[in-house]
Each structure stands twice: as C-alpha cells, then as structure tokens.
C-alpha cells in the first residue's frame, strides 16, 4: 500500500513532520514495512483543511498529528 503524505508548503505549517514520524512509528510497531511505504508528494488541492493531506488508492484525507494513530488504524491496518 502506498500512503502520499503532501510536503508542500501549507501542510507543512500544520506539522507534516509530525503525521510522518507517527505513521512511520506505526508502521515499524505493525511490522508492515514491507507492506505499506510512505511517500511524499505535493500540493493536493485541500489546502483549506485543518490537518495534512493524506492519500490513499486516490482518497485524500485530512490528518492531524494528535490523529495519526486513529486514521492508521482505520484506514491503513484495517485495510
């Protein structure tokens, strides 16, 4: 599974390093390293939502850090 995680700009205000590092944690703690890669991509077009842009199998999600574990367990190992 590939999970697009936007750097640009604007989501990096909203703390893309920090929705990185807690999937990244996850996916190690899951034991999915050889099953899920984080990507890094740009702009998505939803820079008006509150958290970063998130993209799964061409679903963009909202993810705010203190969210992480929440959107992991229902979008990625629940997959």
């Given at each position: 599974m590939d999970v697009y995680v936007c750097v640009g700009s604007s989501c990096?205000?909203?703390n893309t390093k920090g929705v990185i590092?807690?999937?990244n944690e996850r996916i190690k703690a899951e034991g999915l390293e050889d099953k899920?890669?984080?990507k890094g991509a740009?702009?998505?077009g939803e820079c008006s939502q509150q958290g970063v842009s998130?993209?799964?199998n061409d679903v963009i999600y909202s993810v705010m850090e203190e969210e992480a574990d929440k959107f992991f367990d229902e979008h990625i190992?629940?997959?």
């Open positions: 990096h205000i909203k590092d807690k999937l899920v890669e984080l740009f702009c998505m998130v993209r799964i190992l629940n997959a």
